[in-house]
């Protein structure tokens, strides 16, 4: 055999071994889902890191493999949601909900994200639908989510979800932020400060806690506690909003 007819047939093997390859069988179904759980993990991970691109890639691979999985879908909608593409996150998370309309995850996640476009009124009915599931692991976090939706259409009602997750977790810290500041706005401002004291009893600092703090002390005519305050947000939160407004009071 010439060295000629040796390279043709060395490249006849190469194609004949790709067409093998490439006509070899799909992954079994369990080894598909099997992968695309690995997937869908990575892509959440990264999702949690701020990394979009790889985030965007592992669950659009999961997808591929299986694209029945409601919670990759919301992933994906979280995905779309935090890099301004409001229209493909809905879609996600319609399409997560429409594969599993009583999952209370995706009725929490699309419940918010609706709320935030100013679909108020379904995002109010799916948050309560999350906070009513005896399947959900935390109901305080929706009626909470339900009272931000709603307050500034009717604050009584936002009150009382916040009292629903606080009957669920009377230390929930979102819920009692949120009930120091209609206690604020209402000029209620024992109630405030006892709400941001039990706040302020489970966790660190929070510039919105420590403005709300600074200005309840103040029209309690504590003003050294007001100046306390306002100076620890200063120094603890420099380049936030809640800093630049204490500078200017």
Excluded at 60 to 88: C, E, I, K, W, Y
Excluded at 147 to 173: H, K
Excluded at 211 to 229: Q, T
Aim: aromatic fraction near 6%.
């Amino acid at each position: 055999m010439t060295p000629s007819c040796l390279l043709r047939v060395a490249g006849l093997c190469a194609v004949l071994l790709l067409v093998a390859c490439a006509g070899s069988p799909a992954l079994e179904p369990e080894a598909r889902r099997d992968s695309a759980d690995i997937h869908f993990q990575l892509g959440v991970e990264h999702l949690r890191r701020n990394q979009f691109g790889q985030a965007e890639s592992n669950l659009r691979r999961s997808l591929d493999l299986n694209d029945r999985s409601a919670d990759t879908h919301m992933a994906m909608g979280v995905l779309f949601q935090q890099t301004s593409r409001p229209a493909m996150a809905e879609q996600s998370f319609r399409k997560a909900l429409a594969l599993s309309p009583d999952n209370a995850s995706v009725q929490n996640n699309l419940g918010v994200f609706l709320c935030e476009r100013g679909q108020r009124q379904e995002g109010e009915q799916l948050l309560l639908k999350a906070a009513r599931s005896s399947r959900y692991l935390t109901p305080e976090a929706a009626w909470t989510n339900a009272a931000v939706c709603i307050r500034p259409l009717d604050s009584a009602r936002a009150e009382g979800y916040l009292r629903q997750a606080l009957t669920v977790n009377p230390l929930f810290p979102d819920a009692l932020m949120q009930m120091a500041s209609i206690s604020l706005s209402q000029q209620e401002y024992l109630r405030s400060r006892g709400f941001l004291s039990r706040y302020e009893s489970i966790g660190p600092p929070h510039p919105q806690t420590l403005l709300m703090r600074s200005r309840v002390e103040r029209a309690l005519g504590d003003v050294a506690a007001a100046r306390k305050y306002q100076q620890l947000l200063i120094t603890t939160f420099p380049e936030s909003p809640e800093a630049e407004q204490a500078a200017q009071e």
